[in-house]
């Protein structure tokens, strides 16, 4: 006999608690209609076993089972004699998903999200799971405007119990943001306000930025800065009564309206602290900067807590508590503020820990770390311990946290997360100017050696003017109190002659150098050479400069420097490639000792500083000065004169081309002894990219100087234009589009500069 237990008809069994299935003892399963699912599958699902015994509640328990993993549209539960009968018909398999219209996302990119929601080739197929997909969809095309977005599937039988899925999707027009206006405003002006909207009308980026694409994520920011905007001016009260979306009928216009109540402006009138006030009276006058008499800004009174919680965080009180209670007297309009101050327990580190590194060793990221285990946790030595990992330029990213341990009150660990980038770089820089056309040189290097923190150089440059071959080698830590040490070995051939400069130089040596570290941010350096050039000015014409005849003439064409290097740096940078504040300071001595060939000194120094104006624009500025001169009654060798005009220099102008001239040919350059430079550069992230890629105007300014070619009578030359900078996958690329705005008739022009793998 057999009995049947239709899927459908479960629910029907159940209310009329009918009998279709007289217990029985199971003496064998049997498996019919699997075609992909294994019987090993089906049987783990059964909640009866051979030798059992089956009955109608074990029957429906089977069926309810097996509908759930999904892989069945029909089950049914049969016996013949004691042999159990389970007979499935299988879900078909999706074979094929096909998109027609799709114009607005990639569609590899749909297929991946439409897996993660259950839609993907060879899974099963569900009409639920496919509606919800759908709904997905649609959720995707809404977060990009698309309104009017239809979208119509069609599931298509195969052979082999398989199907095709078509979405067939009409797009339609990106809805756009028509108005937006914001009611109950009076203390400020509309367009003041909305100009702190992520959301905006359309405008001419409009195509780049999407900002006039309605997104409820985006309002909800908008809203936030909103309430911020007049938070930091004094509005205690402010609140937003409501917001209201609407669309047009034609589902292309948005309409966005934000009511809000801007309550009375508040006064300071007190700010009190109370707690436990265990630092001294200065340090916490010199953290409260919000003061009795100011318009109340939430800014500075979070900033005066976030900096006491910080001063506390330096002593070792990783989980103090510093919280603002206000007290409002609405007749006066003041705000009165106790700021309560809870250090809580002084915590010390169990372990520092750092992950992400798989070719730089430990040791290298350790050194840089001045937060000692099962020392006192120090907020700033933990920040200096990232900036420090970070100015290495080993890592794209540094991330330190500061986790508690688990069942303990006093204890953290620091864990150091980094992200690895390429360390090697091929180095390229390049001109372009009418006159002299392409220029090209290059270098190779590895600043992080088999992991091991080292510096190796190998600079094969081929370049028009320069053609180097050079060695330059360094240990960062060469002792373990970071003394470093370095060698280098190079020999150069200089034919400027292309620019203007009438002689060729060769020059062969190497030297020694160590640098000492005198505090955290700064560093000493000494270093050694040897240096053999020899000079070739042949033929002498009549444009030969008179300085390289003279020199000719009292040295010879090959001459032997001994020079001494001593040079002081001083790097306070949040990041070494990314940096937003901070400053540089280089200040160098060449000194060519006494007793050989030639004898002089040059003296530089320059400074760098980034100011962040807002959260993503950074203010950059560089200046640079030098000054060289002869000894023992030598005048300084030509080809040690300062040089500037270029990238790095004064843009806009071509490559070392400022400064004095020769008079018989205008087109040789000289150089000086003086050099004069200042670049400011106001770098913005371009919307869409990482913070890489930066751009802005530039400004520079800059010359060379003799004796008789003074600042007075030529004074600097001045440029203004645009400049690109990028951290490529190669090293750092800088290109500059620069205009010259006080160039005199024998100046030589450069407008368009690139350079790959350094910077200033």
Do not use: C
């Amino acid at each position: 006999m057999k009995i049947f237990l239709p899927a459908g008809l479960l629910a029907i069994a159940y209310a009329h608690a009918a009998t279709a299935m007289e217990p029985f003892v199971v003496r064998d399963i049997r498996v019919e209609g699997i075609q992909r699912v294994e019987a090993g599958t089906v049987f783990s699902y059964l909640p009866v076993k051979v030798g059992e015994t089956m009955n109608d509640e074990k029957a429906a328990q089977a069926i309810r089972t097996l509908f759930a993993t999904g892989f069945f549209k029909d089950v049914r539960v049969e016996h013949d004699g004691q042999v159990l009968i389970i007979v499935v018909e299988e879900r078909p398999a999706i074979a094929q998903i096909d998109f027609v219209g799709l114009k607005e996302f990639d569609k590899d990119q749909l297929i991946k999200g439409l897996k993660e929601v259950g839609i993907g080739l060879s899974r099963t197929f569900d009409r639920a799971t496919l509606e919800k997909a759908e709904q997905e969809l649609k959720r995707q095309y809404l977060s990009r405007g698309r309104y009017a977005v239809v979208i119509t599937t069609t599931v298509t039988p195969l052979d082999r119990n398989r199907v095709a899925i078509n979405f067939n999707i009409d797009e339609g027009e990106a809805a756009l943001i028509k108005q937006i206006n914001i009611v109950g405003a009076q203390a400020f002006k509309e367009k003041d306000l909305l100009a702190v909207f992520q959301l905006r009308t359309p405008n001419w980026i409009s195509w780049y930025t999407k900002s006039d694409q309605y997104s409820k994520q985006k309002l909800s920011a908008d809203l936030e800065s909103l309430r911020s905007y007049y938070l930091d001016r004094g509005y205690l009260e402010f609140s937003v009564d409501s917001t209201q979306v609407s669309i047009s009928p034609d589902k292309k216009d948005i309409y966005i309206t934000v009511s809000i109540n801007e309550g009375e402006r508040y006064v300071v009138s007190s700010v009190k602290l109370a707690g436990d006030l265990i630092l001294s009276d200065d340090e916490y006058r010199q953290s409260v900067t919000i003061k009795a008499g100011d318009v109340f800004s939430r800014e500075k009174l979070n900033a005066s807590t976030k900096a006491i919680a910080d001063k506390l965080g330096a002593q070792g009180y990783a989980f103090a508590n510093v919280n603002a209670s206000p007290e409002l007297d609405k007749e006066k309009r003041t705000a009165a503020f106790t700021i309560f101050v809870d250090p809580g327990k002084r915590a010390y580190v169990r372990r520092v820990s750092i992950t992400g590194n798989t070719k730089t060793r430990d040791e290298v990221i350790r050194q840089e770390i001045r937060q000692m285990e099962g020392g006192w946790y120090d907020a700033e030595r933990v920040a200096a311990s990232r900036e420090r990992i970070d100015r290495t330029g080993y890592f794209a990213e540094v991330n330190v946290e500061t986790p508690p341990v688990a069942g303990t009150i006093d204890q953290v660990d620091v864990n150091v997360n980094v992200a690895e980038k390429t360390t090697g770089n091929i180095s390229i820089g390049a001109g372009y100017s009418s006159a002299e056309k392409l220029v090209l040189s290059g270098s190779i290097s590895q600043a992080n050696i088999f992991g091991s923190g080292r510096f190796l150089s190998l600079q094969v440059n081929t370049g028009k003017l320069n053609r180097t071959v050079g060695i330059n080698y360094t240990n960062p830590y060469f002792t373990v109190d970071g003394v470093s040490q370095g060698f280098d070995l190079y020999h150069r051939n200089l034919n400027p002659t292309s620019l203007g400069y009438a002689f060729k130089s060769q020059s062969t040596g190497g030297g020694i150098r160590f640098g000492f570290p005198i505090s955290e941010k700064d560093t000493l350096s000494f270093g050694l050479a040897v240096d053999q050039t020899v000079i070739d000015i042949d033929p002498i014409t009549t444009a030969t400069p008179q300085q390289y005849i003279d020199f000719q003439k009292e040295h010879g064409n090959s001459n032997i420097t001994l020079p001494l290097t001593v040079a002081w740096t001083s790097d306070t940078r949040n990041s070494a490639i990314y940096p937003t504040s901070g400053a540089v300071h280089r200040a160098g001595v060449e000194f060519a000792i006494p007793g050989v060939d030639l004898s002089f000194y040059r003296l530089t120094y320059q400074q760098q500083h980034y100011f962040p104006l807002t959260k993503d624009i950074v203010l950059f500025l560089n200046g640079e000065v030098g000054y060289a001169k002869g000894l023992s009654g030598q005048n300084l060798p030509f080809y040690k004169n300062f040089y500037a005009g270029g990238v790095g220099s004064v843009r806009g102008y071509d490559t070392a081309s400022l400064g004095p001239y020769n008079l018989n040919d205008p087109d040789t350059r000289l150089g000086g002894t003086r050099k004069v430079v200042f670049n400011a550069e106001l770098l913005f992230p371009l919307p869409g990219f990482d913070k890489s890629f930066r751009f802005g105007p530039f400004f520079d300014a800059g010359n060379v100087f003799t004796d008789k070619y003074t600042l007075a009578d030529e004074g600097l030359r001045m440029s203004v234009g645009l400049t690109a900078a990028w951290l490529s996958p190669l090293g750092p690329l800088k290109f500059s589009l620069g205009q010259a705005i006080n160039e005199k008739s024998n100046d030589k022009l450069q407008k368009f500069q690139f350079q790959l793998g350094t910077t200033f």
